[in-house]
Every structure is written in C-alpha cells, then in structure tokens.
C-alpha cells in the first residue's frame, strides 16, 4: 500500500481485516435475502408483460383470468392513481410521477418489450403463471427503435407524443426523442485545435449493457385493512423506495414500511421500483401478503440495464503531450422514459485532463428499451473509452509512455472539472506514479506474437447524501451500530470498525445493524460510493455524541468538573493525571448508576466528498483465429482515500473490473429488428466467469480525503471505469487494431482481423 | 393440473419426507418444503449455480432437477456443511479472506468448492477456476474465492496430517 | 468579488461572458437566489431559464466552491465564492 500525508497509520482498528459480522449468516445460508421471506397464506404474483417493444394497447380482458380457481387478484394499470405532471426526485435527477406511473403498468403504450401490462396473485405460482397467458391483450403493434442513432433522427417518429427537448430550462418546439441537450464549454476549442501539432477525432460506441446482480428482483407485500403497507424487498434504497411507493400510491410516508432484506447484488439496478408496486396492488385487493420474484429473462428485458452510446471524441495535443483542446459529442439511451444518462456522462468524459479548451454536447435519447437506471459508475466507463483511446493513439504518435502522458495532463487539486468546478484534494497524480512504479508496469512486456499492455484511467464523482446512524452502549461496554444504509459488500464491517475506532473497542465489540425505514431516521441510497463515506461519517458523528455523554457520566464518577475530563486514545483520562484512564468498557457498567442509558445519534448530509481515480494495466494476447481476447494479467491501481477494510476495498477493485472486462469483451444486449432481446439469459449475454478472467492485482493508492474525519473516499464505482480503455489499447498495441464500438467479442474482432487484410498500423508497444 | 406426491430424500444426513408438487423442481422443493432457504436461485436455467447442491455425490444445479427425481438420494446444501458449531474450512476461508460480497453466489460456491476438495485436496489455481466455472459470481471478480478455496485446500491438507 | 458561472447553453443571453462577477463586501453574505437576481438585473433572461416558478429547474444543483449545496437558491455566498449550476449527480 502506497501511503500518503503524514497523519496516517495512527489508527488501531481502521485498516485491520476483522471478520464481517453478517458473515457466518452468509456463508450457513442462515442470511434472509428477499426471495427467502415466506407467509403460510402467501399469494404468487406473476407480471403480465408486452411482447411488443413498442405498441399501442387497445384493450385488456382480465375476466378469464379472475375467473380461474386459485386466482385471487389482477391488477393493470386503471389500479393506480393517475396523478398529474409533477417532478419528483429520482435516481438520476428529478422524474415525473406520471413517467414512472406508466413505466410501472403500461396504460395506453406498451413502450419496451417487457413492459407490465397487468399482474396476477395466485395461490400457487404455477395457478398465476396460467393466469397471465389467460388476460387476453389486444395490441396495434408500432415501428420499434431501439439504436440511439436511429431514434435522434428527424423521420422517427417520438415514443411520446408529447415530449420535447430540454435545453436548460427551456423546451424545443416540436416533439422529438431526444430529451435533454446538456453542454459544458470552456475557452476556446477551434483556437486550441489550432495550436495543437496533432489533433485526433474518432467515432465510439457501446451497446446496453446490464448490472448482472445474481439475486433476480424480488418484492413481498402486506396491504392492511387498516392502509399500513409492509414489503419486504431486496433494494439499495430502502428510504427512496417508500418516497417512490408514497409518490405512486399518494399517501403518506408514515403508512409505509420497508424492510430491506439481504441483497444479492444491485450496482445500480436495485433502486428503482418495479415489483412493488405490484405487489402492493395485488395484496390490497387480495388482502394476503404477495410474494413476487423476478425470472432472469424479466430482470434482463425489464430492469434498467446501462446505457448504449455513441459518443465522438477529439483532442488535440502539442507535441510535447500538452493537451489544448478536447471536445465531446455523446448520445446516450435513455431508454423509454426521459433519464439523464448523457448528462451524467458528460461531467466524467474529460475528467482525468486538464484542460484550457473544451466542448461537451451530450444528448439523452429515447428510445423503446426498458428505462436506463445506475450501473456503477454510472456512464463513465462509455464515456471514458473513447477518450482512453485518443490518449492512447496519441501516445504511439508522439512515441511517448502512454501514462507519462496522462501524468503531464493529469487534474490535480485546484484543476477545474470539465463541468466547471475545482477540484479538491484528489489523487489521479500519486495513482499514475503508483501505476508507473508497479512491478507489472516495470516487467518486461509479454512475449509472443499478438501480445501487448494496455493502459487506462477512470473516474467517479463518488456521492456524500444524507446518512442517519445511532450508537447504544450496552451495560457491558460494547456496543450497538444502527444504520439505514443496506449492506451490499460488507459495509457493516466498516461501520463497526469506524465504530469501534471512534470508542475505542473493537470490531468484535460493535455489533453493526441495519434497520427497516420505521427504525432509523432517513438514509439515503446505498450507492454512489457514499455508504463508507456518508452513513460512516453519521456513526462518527453518533460516536462523538457518545463520548460527550460519557464525559459527563465521567465527570460524575471522578466528581470533578467536565473540563478536567479529556477523552484520547480510546479513553478518559483526568487531565492533570490524578486518574486512572475509564474506557468505554469500564463506563459501560456505570451507565446506571451515573443517569441511565446512554445512546448517541449522527444525522449527516456532508460536503467533503472526494473523487475517486483509477488506473488498470493489462497484458493480453489475440488469437488471430478466433478473435478472442485472452488477458494474460492485471493491475488495478486506485486512490481509495483512507481503506477501512482493505480486504473489501481490493474486492470492490476486483469485481469493478472484472465487470468492466465483461462489459470491454462480451457483454452486450443483441436486439431483433422488433427490438426484441434475443439473448436474456447469463450464458448467451456472456457474464464473466472464474475461467474468463485473471487473478487481479490490486495496488491501494491512500490519499485521505480530508473532507472526512478518517479520510474516507468512495471506492466502489471508479474501478468498472478503466477496463475497457485498458483492454482496447492493448488490443490495439497487440494487433494494430483499434475496436472502436464495444463489446470486443471473438466474432467483431476476428471479422476486423479479417477485413483488415494484412497489415495496416504496426503494432505498437508500450515502453517501460 | 397439480398432482402432490411424497418424496423421501436424504438432506444433509436426515431422512425428510416431503410432499411436493409434481411441476417442482429440486430447488423448489429444497426453499419452499424443507425450508431449507440457503439455495438460491439466481436463474433458473442452469447457467448461474448459486441453486448448487450435492446430488448423490455429484454437484447440480437443483434448478434443473424435478423434486421427484429426488427420491432415495442423498443431497447436501450449504447448510449441510458446518459440522455442528465448527465452520468447514471452505465457510472459515470465505469468511477471513473475504470471498463474499453480497453472499447470494456463496452457496453455491460453497457447496461447488467442497464437492472439488472432497476429490481433490490438492488443487491447482487453473483447477480451480476450471471446476467452479459453473458457478457465477458478480462482485468479487473470483480472486478471493479462488485464494479462499486454496486456502481451504491447504487447511484440510493440514488437519489430515 | 463573487463569481456567477454561466452554463454553456445559455451564454447567448449574456453575450458569451461565461462567469459574472457581483460585488459581496468583506463580511457580507448574499444568497444565490439574491445573486442571480443580479445576473438577471444585468442580462435578462438568465433567471427564466435557471428557476421554475421560483425554484431551480430539476435536475440542477448549485455548486459553491467545488461542493454541491444542499440549500440550493437559499445557500449563501461570500465575497470570494464560485457558484456553478450544474447537475446532481448520484451514481450506482
Ligand atoms: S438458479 Fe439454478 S443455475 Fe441459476
Ligand atoms: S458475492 Fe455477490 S454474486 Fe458473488
């Protein structure tokens, strides 16, 4: 580990790898995800959904369906309120309610294939499944498009009739399936190319992609005769599940519960509502709990995959590296309501370089897809590849080290974003040099035919949001952490070593909790790298609000005055040494006779967030029969700001990029020209698998972020960012071939190869 | 229409009769009639493994099994491998070198893992990625399960002396 | 000096000047909602395309110094402060 600023290394707990408290639950197969959860008179619900990905729904008949033996409720659409425009907050910016009213039960268009159109409990799964085939739904099937190029064209006609292109704060005149022109400039890019000695323009383009959370969705709910609503699901976002259900249904906050189960994975994909809604519907009309699991072909055709792009990226550069100018032109799916994908991606295209001169025109497209939600990092990484590329292509121009040049153009504190504002103490600088001193980059380069190295950065923004924790003392001096924020990758292990660092106990002491949306004050999602950082940063919080309690207990016991009392090093200590230390432990026992129990509390929606940088180096060959990529090793490089568990730090690090690598070599949605999904199952869209990937290095780069009291900085999202640009450069520096859309599977590479003929780039080597 | 019937199996060394629905798989019969909820399905078409169980000495997938096909043999889930209190090494490895994010994957790893080492106490790294590839996990990106599961090779090496 | 930066897509409204600078004395505090009535004052039109009934179109946070603001238009500035409007960004 590669440490920075001299406060480090004082810590006790923090940095250690103590066992995860969920974990014996985990690996017992004792932990309750959400499909686990069972009620003895439990109905099975099962989501009618359109075959059609885009088409106009002329009538539904459901009498069949109620009509059978077992069936005890059918829902559609006519079941919920239909509520006027209204924005409400969302996963990626503000939503209107009557969107996602519409994305959740289809009422006059069926916009995505997959999209519900009705949904029935049953008394037994099998009863349900019969149920669904029996609604009898007439369509007028419509033209699909689902390439974002196709949709921004003017001929296509809009997916919504009535919406039209935001261009801040302003609407285009006609309707259209771009929703929203975002633009960040500075300078002047024509005089910037105009200085430039070599000046580089390329087309990109990804395709949609998923999250792949192993555990399908999954939603159990109880409507009471007295309107108090339970549900039991697995989400990242307990708290923004009840606004969303409160918004849908208009009711108060106060008459919903959710209880956060387990969770079998999300990166993303698990914060908005989909099944719950339905559910509820299900178990108001049928008075049981309903139980509802997604099969994988729906998780794939109607959760909220990535987005695909196009975007076209160009930089120019004088010789000596020096960027002078770059600009962006990125269309992104939105999929078919209005997201803000392209937004997103337009404030992290350029982020890694400096620059004077810059233009970024991001487009958000419609089109007949199932809405667009967060994938790790979201739209990052297809933002990035391109411009990881043109970095690269000049690198072997200007025969210079291909992160010696990112180095010379690298942000650093004070640097403005591309979008604008400065940044704060960041670590992309220390993470190139880590990169450049490693012993993989330092190793000689593979040898062999069609072998080479690739280089690529990343980044995030990482997320602060609002945290709330409390901390109980037991009458033994341990103690008791209760959080909102959902353990995803064992983050309750970090917050009972934050706990325990704070109080001077131990991992094993602190006893970590996460409670349902009526236990714990309000908590934000967990993701966006912010649950160490922020939900961390309210256990710090209800730490500190502890100590002053004890001081006062303290005070009592020594029968001094409170200022005589002083806390450090995980104990009270009299100030002018007249005492002997009382830890935690020691006052534990004490609590009763001193005033009763003591309980503290941290609410938090802090500043200090800090950005997250990353640099991966591969070393992979090409069979130039077949095409496939074999990845022969890798190096993931990181600023991680101060690691609380550096063991799940490497994780997050490894799992980010093996989900690149998936998403740089194979993973894609394959579509008919229907715009149906042709290949909805793990095997046929090509998740990774133990054979598919190497062992990852990983080389933990520690610049505390001084924004948070232990140097926090989010992890999780910045390192599915650089893989495709790794990969893609090595591809190129092994065959001369620069694959410019994504997936770089076998057959698109082999048919490059193929087309290319002999020879056109000479395969280029990085230096080391 | 549904036709129950009963099944007398062998679950983690206990004799269990239970009344299925013919159209049950093995994983259903496994969460919804033994209660036996650690399985997990991820899929349903054989292609994640986190429904992993031992079947009569053999790893499958209790997706693709019928319940009824489950009659007179002997199954291991996950929670059949702790031996009492005392974690198999496999849990303990998974456990100290952090081989679990989310966990859903796990069982499946688990059981998958232990069906290798039972055959295999010796395993190379390349055996190993070989032998779970039915297995998939998207959170760790695999490294730490495969040091864990040499690991535990190591340890059962160990403790034969 | 604060400094108002102007979002590229409506630097038409304000002649292509890309940050407006409002004078906040020493010790002063002015509220963005305070601030960009200034901007409005000097190049009209601004407002309109920021604010929605009063309040900021969705999607669009304030930025001051580098932090995104919780209090939106009611945040304040001082003599030395950066105010962007720029998205909020969440993430997975
Ligand atoms: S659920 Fe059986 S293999 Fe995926
Ligand atoms: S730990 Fe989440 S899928 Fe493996």
Redesign the pocket.
């Known amino acids: 580990m590669e440490q920075h600023e001299a406060q480090k290394n004082e810590y006790n707990i923090i940095g250690t790898r103590p066992i995860r408290h969920d974990g014996e639950d985990k690996v017992t197969g004792r932990a309750q995800y959400g499909a686990d959860i069972s009620f003895p008179d439990q109905l099975y619900g099962k989501v009618l959904r359109s075959p059609h990905a885009h088409a106009r729904i002329l009538s539904i008949d459901t009498s069949k369906a109620l009509a059978m033996p077992g069936v005890r409720a059918v829902t559609t659409a006519e079941d919920l309120p239909r509520l006027k425009d209204r924005m409400v907050a969302g996963e990626a910016g503000a939503e209107n309610i009557r969107y996602v009213t519409e994305r959740v039960l289809a009422s006059d268009k069926a916009l995505f294939e997959g999209h519900p159109i009705a949904a029935v409990a049953a008394t037994d799964p099998w009863i349900a499944e019969e149920a669904v085939k029996a609604i009898e739904v007439k369509y007028e099937v419509l033209t699909a498009v689902t390439e974002v190029r196709d949709a921004m064209k003017d001929d296509t006609p809009p997916l919504h009739g009535e919406l039209t292109t935001e261009t801040l704060g302003e609407k285009s005149k006609k309707a259209t399936n771009i929703v929203r022109h975002t633009r960040h400039k500075r300078g002047d890019p024509d005089k910037g190319f105009a200085e430039a000695d070599l000046v580089i323009e390329r087309e990109f383009e990804t395709k949609t992609v998923h999250q792949g959370y ?1 555990e399908p969705h999954n939603a159990t709910a109880l409507y009471r005769s007295d309107g108090q609503i339970t549900l039991w699901t697995s989400t990242q976002a307990p708290f923004w599940v009840r606004r969303d259900l409160a918004e849908l249904f208009d009711i108060p906050l106060s008459r919903i519960k959710v209880v956060p189960m387990e969770i ?2 999300g990166f993303g994909g698990k914060i908005a509502v989909y099944l719950e809604p339905l559910a509820i519907l299900l178990s108001k009309k049928s008075g049981r709990p309903v139980k509802m699991i997604m099969t994988r072909e729906e998780v794939f055709y109607a959760s909220g995959p990535a987005s695909g792009t196009v975007t076209r990226i160009k930089i120019g550069v004088k010789k000596d590296g020096t960027i002078t100018a770059a600009t962006a032109w990125m269309a992104y799916e939105a999929g078919a309501f209005p997201s803000n994908w392209a937004m997103v991606g337009s404030m992290c295209v350029l982020a890694c370089y400096r620059l004077e001169n810059l233009q970024i025109d991001a487009y958000d497209v419609l089109t007949n897809t199932s809405k667009v939600m967060a994938y790790r990092a979201p739209s990052s990484p297809q933002a990035m590849f391109g411009v990881e590329s043109i970095i690269d292509e000049i690198a072997i121009k200007l025969d210079m080290d291909p992160l010696e040049l990112r180095l010379k153009n690298a942000v650093q504190e004070g640097d403005r974003r591309a979008d604008g504002p400065k940044f704060h103490r960041i670590g992309l600088k220390e993470t190139i040099r880590a990169a450049m001193e490693s012993e993989h980059y330092k190793s000689p380069l593979p040898s062999g035919a069609n072998r080479s190295r690739g280089v690529a950065s990343g980044f995030w923004f990482n997320a602060g949001m609002q945290s709330s924790a409390t901390v109980g003392i037991n009458m033994d001096g341990t103690a008791n952490v209760t959080t909102g924020s959902v353990d995803i990758g064992g983050s309750r292990a970090s917050m009972a070593i934050m706990a325990a660092e704070a109080l001077g106990l131990t991992a094993e002491q602190v006893r970590p909790i996460v409670a349902d949306t009526d236990s714990i004050g309000y908590t934000d999602v967990t993701g966006g790298s912010r649950t160490t950082f922020a939900t961390g940063y309210a256990v710090y919080e209800a730490c500190q609000d502890v100590i002053r309690q004890l001081k006062t207990r303290v005070a009592k016991l020594w029968d001094v005055q409170e200022d005589k009392v002083e806390w450090g090093d995980g104990a009270f200590h009299h100030v002018d040494n007249g005492k002997s230390p009382m830890s935690v432990g020691d006052l534990g026992p004490k609590l009763e006779a001193t005033g009763g129990p003591v309980m503290g509390h941290g609410t938090v929606n802090p500043k200090g967030v800090g950005a997250g940088f990353g640099i991966h180096i591969a070393d992979i060959e090409v069979d130039p029969d077949t095409g496939k990529v074999t990845i022969l090793r890798y190096t993931a490089v990181q600023d991680v700001g101060q690691a609380i568990h550096p063991a799940y730090v490497e994780g997050q690090m490894q799992g980010g990029a093996t989900q690149g690598i998936g998403w740089a070599l194979n993973e894609e949605y394959i579509r008919d020209a229907e715009g149906r999904m042709l290949n909805p199952g793990f095997l046929d869209y090509r998740v990774p698998t133990a054979l598919d990937v190497p062992d990852i290095e990983t080389i933990l780069v520690e610049v505390p972020n001084p924004g948070h009291p232990y140097g926090v900085r989010g992890v999780g999202e910045t390192p599915i960012v650089p893989p495709m640009g790794t990969i893609h450069n090595a591809i190129a520096r092994a065959i001369g071939l620069r694959m410019r859309s994504l997936p770089m599977s076998p057959p698109k590479v082999l048919h490059e190869i193929l087309q290319r003929g002999q020879t056109v780039e000479a395969a280029a080597p990085v230096t080391s | 229409m549904s036709t129950n019937r009963m099944v007398s199996t062998t679950i983690n060394g206990e004799d269990m009769a239970l009344i299925i629905d013919d159209r049950m798989t093995l994983l259903d019969a496994l969460r919804d009639r033994a209660g036996l909820t650690g399985t997990k399905e991820g899929c349903l078409s054989g292609d994640c493994g986190a429904c992993s169980v031992i079947m009569n000495d053999r790893v499958v997938d209790s997706c693709l099994v019928m319940a009824a096909e489950a009659e007179g043999a002997a199954i291991v889930t996950v929670e059949g491998l702790a031996d009492g209190t005392e974690l198999h090494p496999l849990q303990r490895r998974f456990l100290e070198q952090a081989a ?7 069982p499946g790893f688990l059981v998958t893992a232990k069906s290798l080492l039972d055959r295999n106490n010796n395993p190379s790294a390349a055996e190993i990625r070989l032998w779970l590839a039915g297995n ?5 990106g695999y490294d730490k399960i495969i040091r864990a599961v040499e690991g535990a090779s190591a340890d059962l090496r160990a403790a034969k002396g | 000096m604060a400094v108002v930066h102007i979002p590229a897509l409506i630097l038409d409204l304000t002649d292509g000047e890309d940050s407006i600078e409002v004078e906040i004395a020493p010790d002063a505090r002015m509220t963005v909602r305070e601030l960009l009535a200034e901007v409005e004052r000097r190049h009209p039109g601004v407002e309109s395309r920021l604010l929605d009934n009063g309040e900021l179109v969705p999607g669009i946070a304030v930025f001051i110094d580098g932090e995104q603001s919780r209090a939106g238009l009611h945040a304040n500035a001082g003599p030395e402060s950066e105010i962007h409007f720029i998205p909020a960004v969440v993430g997975g």
């Open positions: 192993i079998g994975g | 679990l994010q989310c966990g859903i994957c796990t998939l996990c998207r959170c760790t």
